[in-house]
C-alpha cells in the first residue's frame, strides 16, 4: 500500500461539514492502477494534507473478485470505490456497507446535473430490504457520443444533427450522396456483441422513459416486451441496412470494434459517423488530434418524444465498508470542487458537479465531453453492467449478435428472456 501522507493536523472539519476529525488511517481500495492510480492518490493526497488524515490507496485489476473476499472475511478497506454499482448493491443487501450521512443524497440532488440520477444509482436495500443511500459517484464516463471527422462533413456540407430525426435525416442524406454513413462493428473477442448493448441502452432511453429503463434493467420489464423489441429495432434502422453500413450490415458482427473506427479516416471515406464511448480515440490513427482531426457530438434525442436530453455513461461508486470518521470526512470532501477540480488537472475524469470550474479541464475534449454530463436531464448507468452476468455480458451480447445477422428481434428478446428466466 502507498502511503500518501503521515498525520499532521490533530483535528479538522471539512468544507462545512460538523464535527471535528481526529486524525485516523484510512484505507482506499479501487480499480485503479498505472496512470488512474496516480491520479486518485493526487486527489487523496491533497485530502490527507487537508485533514490531517493518514489516506492509502490500494489499486488492483481483480478489484471485483477481491472485494468480495476482504468483506467477507472482516478485513475491508475503509472506503471501496465500485466500477460496478450492481455489485456494491449485493454487498450492501448483505449488510457489508455503511450509509452514508444524513444529507449527502440531498446534495448529490441539487449539486449534481440530473442529480435524481445519481441519487437513485447509489441508493440500494440493506439487509432487511429497505432503502438506504449507499453510493457517492466520482469519475464517471460518457457513453452517448457521435464521433465525425470535422473536415468531412465540411467538405459534404454536413451540419452536426442536434434531434434523433435529424439524425436519421442525416444518414439518408449521406446515402443519397453516394456515400456510406456509419462504421459499426460488434467483435470484441469472448465479448462480441457488447457495443450493440451501448446502442439499445441509448436507444432505450430515448424511446421509452427512465422508468421504464430501470424496469427492464430489473427485469420488472421483460425482455420480450414491445418497448425492448422497440428499441433493438432501432438500433437495427442504423445497423441492418446495408446502404446505411461501411462494409454492408454483414459486417457489423464480424467487423472487431476496435477496427471499426477506421473508415472515418480513410480516403475517401468509408464512413461518416461512429457510435461510441469516450475511450473510443485510443483505437484512432496514430496521431490523431481529437478536436480536429476528429470531433463528437451527443446522441440526440428524438424532439417529438418528451424525454429530455438522456445520458448513458459508466463510473465509479464510492461506499465505506469498513466505518471510521475518516471515511465519512472523505465522503464530505468528495463533495468540494477542490476534489473535483485536481482531477480534471489531470486526465480521464468526468463529473456532473455544475460547482466545479471548467477552466479546471486540462484538456479540452474533456471539458466538452463533461457539458454532455451537465446538460442531462437524465443519467443512466450501463444496463448490461447491471445485468446478471449471464444476461448482461451474456445473452444479451450474443442476442445482438444473433440479430446484426438476420435474426428477428422478437426473436432474440424472447431467447434473452428465457436465459433471465433460468437464473430465477
Known amino acids: 500500500m502507498k502511503k500518501l501522507l503521515l498525520a499532521g493536523a490533530a483535528a479538522f472539519a471539512l468544507s462545512g461539514y460538523s464535527g471535528l476529525a481526529s486524525a485516523e488511517q484510512l484505507t482506499v481500495f479501487g480499480p485503479w492502477l498505472g496512470p488512474d492510480q496516480e491520479n486518485v492518490e493526487a486527489v487523496l493526497k491533497v485530502f490527507a494534507d487537508k485533514s490531517g488524515h493518514d489516506v492509502r490507496y490500494v489499486g488492483s485489476d481483480s478489484f471485483e473478485q477481491q472485494i468480495v473476499v476482504d468483506l467477507e472475511a472482516g478485513s475491508a478497506p475503509n472506503v471501496a470505490v465500485f466500477p460496478q454499482p450492481g455489485l456494491a448493491s449485493d454487498m450492501a443487501a448483505r449488510g457489508f456497507l455503511t450509509p452514508l450521512r444524513d444529507g449527502v443524497a440531498d446534495w448529490l440532488r441539487e449539486n449534481y446535473a440530473a442529480g435524481d440520477s445519481w441519487v437513485a444509482l447509489g441508493t440500494y436495500k440493506d439487509a432487511s430490504g ?40 442525416l444518414t439518408e442524406q449521406i446515402v443519397a450522396d453516394g456515400e456510406t454513413p456509419w462504421c459499426i462493428g460488434l467483435g470484441s473477442g469472448a465479448a462480441t456483441g457488447w457495443p450493440a448493448t451501448d446502442w439499445v441502452e441509448d436507444l432505450m432511453l430515448r424511446t421509452q422513459s427512465p422508468e421504464d429503463y430501470d424496469a427492464w434493467i430489473s427485469n420488472d420489464l421483460k425482455f420480450d416486451d414491445p418497448k425492448v423489441i422497440a428499441a433493438i429495432e432501432e438500433f437495427g434502422w442504423f445497423a441492418r441496412n446495408d446502404d446505411f453500413v461501411a462494409g454492408g450490415s454483414g459486417a457489423v458482427a464480424s467487423t472487431d470494434f476496435r477496427d471499426s473506427p477506421k473508415g472515418l479516416f480513410s480516403s475517401p471515406p468509408q464512413c461518416y459517423m461512429h457510435h461510441q464511448a469516450s475511450f473510443i480515440p485510443a483505437f484512432f490513427p496514430e496521431g490523431t488530434a481529437v478536436g480536429e482531426d476528429a470531433d463528437f457530438f451527443y446522441f440526440p434525442a428524438y424532439a417529438d418524444k418528451d424525454l429530455g436530453t438522456p445520458v448513458l455513461g459508466a463510473g465509479t461508486t464510492w461506499v465505506i465498508t469498513n466505518e471510521n470518521q475518516a471515511a465519512h470526512d472523505l465522503i464530505a470532501y468528495l463533495q468540494t470542487p477542490e476534489a473535483h477540480e485536481t482531477w480534471m488537472g489531470l486526465k480521464g475524469f468526468l463529473t456532473p458537479f455544475k460547482g466545479v470550474n471548467p477552466d479546471a479541464f486540462s484538456d479540452p475534449t474533456l471539458r466538452k465531453m463533461n457539458e454532455v454530463l451537465l446538460n442531462a436531464t437524465t443519467f443512466r448507468f450501463d444496463g448490461s453492467d447491471l445485468m446478471p452476468g449471464a444476461v448482461g455480458a451474456g445473452s444479451f451480447w450474443t442476442g445482438m449478435v444473433d440479430y446484426a445477422g438476420g435474426k428477428p428481434a422478437a426473436d432474440v428478446a424472447a431467447e434473452i428472456q428465457k436465459s433471465w428466466d433460468a437464473l430465477k
Open 130 to 169: 429497505a432503502d438506504q443511500f449507499y453510493g457517492f459517484p466520482f469519475k464517471n464516463d460518457v457513453k452517448s457520443l457521435v464521433w465525425y471527422v470535422p473536415e468531412n462533413f465540411e467538405d459534404a456540407g454536413y451540419e452536426v444533427p442536434t434531434t434523433m430525426e435529424e439524425l436519421k435525416a
